[in-house]
């Protein structure tokens, strides 16, 4: 009787079959995850813009000449990678677009006076996939 040494042919076949199905399912996950992490640049942008906004607005005591390149707001950022062109902010409200390989995804940032304080509400369509909070 002779004894087998090694792997048989559909035993390795199984298991190059099972692998393929576990990375049918990991993949996309992966990417997913790829582009919120390229989205968290939009996020990051969008700090620096709340902080001027809230500066603007400690001064002037009015948000709707809270706008872009003036009253100590920057003007709106330059395109990367990560941040598609047409970012505006009117008003206080901050809207920018990811770009397609950070998965296109709208964050809008409405400030809101409440007697002294001022509260940030976040809006777009970064929402439904949690690339925002």
Request: negative net charge; glycine residues 10%.
């Amino acid at each position: 009787m002779k004894q087998q040494k090694g792997f048989t042919l559909i035993e390795l076949m199984i298991v190059v079959a099972i692998i393929g199905l576990i990375a049918s399912f990991a993949f996309p996950a992966y990417n997913d995850h790829v582009m919120k992490t390229r989205f968290a640049e939009v996020n990051t942008i969008a700090n620096t813009y709340k902080t001027a906004v809230a500066l603007c607005l400690s001064e002037s005591n009015d948000l709707t000449v809270c706008d872009a390149g003036t009253h100590g707001i920057p003007a709106p950022a330059e395109p990367t990678d990560n941040l598609a062109a047409g970012m505006t902010v009117i008003d206080g409200v901050i809207t920018m677009a990811g770009t397609q390989a950070a998965g296109g995804w709208v964050s809008v940032l409405v400030p809101t006076l409440n007697g002294s304080t001022l509260t940030w509400t976040q809006n777009g369509t970064c929402l439904a996939s949690g690339a925002c909070k």
